[in-house]
């Protein structure tokens, strides 16, 4: 019942932003505009310098990069004026986990 409001939700959240679809949206108390946080991914050597071209490396055989995973995600409060209301029913918003800023810091 609750899955077609709660994608709605954050599909326009990370719209709003212009993060890629897989994305993960994190609702937080409040009224919060979305906002893009987190690292994107990115290769480094051992050493800890980041590799601009890691594809310039393929061919070397052993190589000594290190994946770093992206961090990125979307903050939004639940009663973001965008959201129209729609996720304000006690039912929905046990549904979907609300975060506290203190929480995710």
Do not use: Q
């Not at 490396?57 to 639940?78: A, D, F, Q």
């Amino acid at each position: 019942m609750f899955d077609s409001k709660i994608k709605i939700a954050k599909k326009r959240a990370r719209k709003y932003v212009k993060a890629h679809g897989s994305t993960p949206v994190l609702f937080v108390r409040g009224d919060n505009a979305p906002e893009l946080h987190g690292e994107s991914f990115y290769y480094a050597n051992k050493s800890g310098d980041i590799i601009s071209h890691p594809s310039a490396y393929r061919k070397m055989g052993w190589s000594s990069m290190v994946y770093h995973h992206s961090t990125l995600c979307v903050r939004v409060g639940c009663f973001w004026k965008e959201f129209n209301g729609e996720l304000t029913s006690p039912l929905l918003l046990r549904e979907i986990n609300v975060y506290s800023l203190d929480e995710i810091l």
